[in-house]
Every structure is written in structure tokens, then in C-alpha cells.
């Protein structure tokens, strides 16, 4: 969903400083006050309906919405709530109004819509899908911090691209399944901010990767560049980088950008999985000289992109991906 969290938070004059692990966000204030929200991955629209359904965690986060009916901002108001709006552009936290509303930029309420939020499920299959050998149920469990039984359900749903052997599930054809699982995933989703900087785009990652570590936050290297390790096809025009929590990379050389124009994206996503399949990247020889996100993801990531020859440096990742066995490449 698009919605520039960082680039609306901005508008607010507010500067988002360093995170720790989790999705905290520390912001200040022009006027220096300091305070901290964590925001929810963006939903489409709040009624009050819709929160009654939130689980009680998420209530008490910064509720992230395209819009939201006049109850909510009304309980917001009252500092039940904390929620932030693109349209208008709005944040209400601990009863406090900050609003940046345009008649003319007001949209009328969008239709509700359930949320996909199927993590375990996509992440079994992105096991699956990357496995170069059959594997058992615990295993996987194990791997991706479900139960059995999860596992046991999600393979359910895979008829026919996955086989029990003797020795654990394997993909019948991987090539199938990447497909299946590309059509079905809904992306990383979470909270993203936008940086610009003129450096080379792998140098700006280098950068941004350093500065993630100098504050312990985790981070994984994706899109154009984490291709480029894995299998070099295009020149990286665009930086990816997952995080579990924001940093702010204003001392490191970039600027906030929004998201159209950024050189360097930052991510702080809902997908849980993102950090426990790693290990399962078949096309390194070598341990990369960054963390990258597996050869899904970044392919997700590349296919998603937009980006001028995006689509055939996903193709040839895939095709090394695959390299020595005697299925066709994905695409």
C-alpha cells in the first residue's frame, strides 16, 4: 500500500531519529519535544469496526490508514487512539491534533478491505521454494518459528508443487512454485522511508548498512543491489534495505526524499519471515560482503520494482538460482 509514512511525518516538521530493534520510531518536534509511536503497517481505511477488530497490541500503536471515519478521529481526539492519515494529511497522538488538511487534497473514504497477513503460510512456501533438498515438518517449523501443524497446512495448500518423500517435502518443480507463491505473497509490506543522496547506489547501501549497525538495528540488503551480488546482471540504479526498526541516515551523507524520488529506500517490514530464511541462498559460493534478504524476496523486490530492466535481472536470478538442476528457470 502506498502510503509515505516518513514523507507525511516530515510534513509535520517532525525529524525521526535512530531506532532501536522493534519498529519504534522516536520523533521530534520543531520545537524539540521528543516522543515515541510505533506504527502499524498501513491499512486502507479505520472505522471503528475495523479497530474493534485490531488485536489489543495494535490499539495502542500509531494506527496507519489512507483515511478515517469521524468516530475515530473523535476517539483519537479523546486520546484513545493514536492514528495518522494520509488523506488529509493528519496525526493525532495522545489527544493531540497535528493537521495538515487541503480541501482540495481530501479524498472521500475508501471501501474497506481485509488486510492479507497469511506470513506463515508465504514463508513455508518461500522454504519450500528455496530448498535445494527435501526437508522434514520440524525442520521447517523450526526454520520459519511455527508449528507443525501450520506447516502441515500451509503444504495443503500447494497441491501438486510439493511432494512427501521419505525423507521430508520437496518441491516437485521449483520453477511452479516460485510462480504460485509470487502471485499469492502480498509483499513485505510494513513502513517505508525514502533518502537521496548522490553517491553510486552501492555505496549508498554500503553507507546505510554501517550506520544501521553502528545503532544495532538489523538490516538486510534487497532489490538491485543484493541482485547484483547474487547474480550480476544490471547496473544498480535503485537501493533496497529491510530493517527491524527506522534510522535516520541525515548525518550519513542523504536527505529525506519521498518514495518516487528516493535513491535509497528503507523498510521496516510486517513480514516476520524476513530474517529466518537467509540461510537458504544456493546462489553464493561466498559469504556476500553484505546481509542479503534470499533470493526470493529479492526477487519479489525486483519483479515489483518498475525499474528500467528489472524484470530480466529477476529472470537471471532465478535461472542461477536454479543452475544444475533440470527444471526450466523461473520466469
Keep these: 500500500m502506498g502510503i509515505d509514512v516518513g514523507e507525511l511525518l516530515r510534513e509535520f516538521g517532525f525529524s525521526i531519529d535512530e531506532g532501536g530493534r522493534g519498529a519504534r520510531w522516536s520523533l521530534r518536534e520543531p520545537g524539540g519535544r521528543k516522543f515515541t509511536v510505533e506504527p502499524t503497517p498501513p491499512l486502507t481505511h479505520l472505522s471503528a469496526h475495523v479497530v474493534r477488530k485490531l488485536p489489543d497490541e495494535d490499539r495502542l500503536r500509531l494506527l496507519v490508514a489512507e483515511t478515517a471515519t469521524d468516530s475515530v478521529v473523535q476517539e483519537a481526539l479523546a486520546g484513545r487512539l493514536d492514528i495518522l492519515t494520509a488523506h488529509p494529511p493528519r496525526l493525532i497522538h495522545a489527544g493531540h491534533d497535528f493537521a495538515l488538511i487541503d480541501s482540495q487534497a481530501a479524498l472521500p473514504p475508501a471501501r474497506p478491505r481485509t488486510a492479507r497477513t497469511a506470513w506463515t503460510r508465504w514463508a513455508v512456501e518461500r522454504y519450500l521454494l528455496l530448498a535445494t533438498e527435501p526437508s522434514r515438518q520440524p525442520v521447517i517449523a523450526h ?77 538486510l540488503v534487497s532489490g538491485d543491489v543484493a541482485a547484483d551480488l547474487l547474480a550480476p546482471w544490471k547496473l544498480p540504479a535503485r537501493g533496497r534495505l529491510y530493517l527491524t526498526g527506522p534510522v535516520d541516515l541525515e548525518n550519513d551523507g542523504f536527505v529525506p526524499a519521498p518514495l518516487r524520488e528516493a535513491t535509497l529506500v528503507t523498510c521496516v517490514p510486517a513480514d516476520p519471515s524476513l530474517w529466518r530464511l537467509t540461510h537458504l541462498r544456493a546462489t553464493t559460493r561466498k559469504p556476500p560482503p553484505l546481509p542479503l534478504a534470499d533470493p526470493a524476496i529479492v526477487y519479489w523486490d525486483l519483479k515489483t520494482s518498475g525499474e528500467i530492466d528489472s524484470n530480466e535481472a529477476a529472470d537471471h536470478l532465478a535461472s542461477l538460482t536454479l543452475k544444475g538442476t533440470h527444471e526450466r528457470p523461473w520466469n
Aim: zero cysteines; hydrophobic letters at 40%; glycine letters at 8%.
Design 143 to 219: 526454520t520459519v518459528n511455527t508449528t507443525q501443524q501450520s506447516v502441515s497446512n500451509a503444504v495443503r495448500h500447494l497441491s501438486g508443487l510439493v511432494t512427501e518423500t521419505s525423507e521430508g517435502f520437496a518441491a516437485t518443480n521449483r520453477a511452479e512454485l516460485l510462480q504460485y507463491w509470487f502471485t499469492d505473497y502480498a509483499g513485505p509490506g510494513g513502513v517505508e522511508l525514502g533518502w537521496y543522496s548522490l553517491d553510486p547506489v552501492v555505496r549508498q547501501v554500503s553507507t546505510a548498512v554501517e550506520a544501521a549497525d553502528l545503532v544495532d538495528v538489523p538490516v
